[in-house]
């Protein structure tokens, strides 16, 4: 916070971004001069960012973050303040007192079991058939 209070003095700036007035400059328009420094626009217009960046941060990470998207920021995160302070949790709470819960769990994983256990069994027995045929083919050979 003094490091962007010291910032905005330097360009004579208020704490919303608007260049406020002052002493006026010869050859210099309506441009008036701080205490501490020069404006860089006329009194009540917004101070902009991306100036202030390319005159002293140039460099690739002063582009990153625009006053465009301080702005749309702060109204998504606005918009996301009643969810946030939203009591938790707001649904009621389920009581389990009869473990319905893992009885359906546990007859569905019965249920799967046995039908896996039925394929596995019916597969299993198509093998062993065909098994006992081939060897009754073999012994019955010379016949």
């Not at 330097?10 to 050859?27: A, F, I, R, S």
């Amino acid at each position: 916070m003094q490091e962007l209070r010291e910032e905005r003095a330097k360009y004579n700036v208020n704490h919303l971004g608007y260049y406020q007035g002052g002493l006026p400059q010869p050859n210099k328009g309506p441009i008036r001069r701080s205490i501490r420094g020069d404006s860089l626009g006329d009194p009540g217009n917004f101070h902009q960012p991306q100036l202030h960046n390319l005159l002293n941060n140039y460099h690739p990470d002063s582009t990153l973050v625009t006053a465009e998207d301080a702005v749309k920021f702060k109204a998504f995160m606005t918009s996301d303040k009643a969810d946030f302070k939203m009591s938790k949790p707001h649904h009621v709470m389920y009581y389990d007192r009869d473990f319905n819960f893992l009885k359906d769990r546990s007859f569905w994983f019965c249920t799967l079991l046995i039908l896996f256990g039925a394929m596995y069994s019916w597969g299993k027995y198509n093998i062993e058939t065909a098994r006992w045929r081939r060897w009754t083919r073999e012994y019955c050979l010379e016949d």
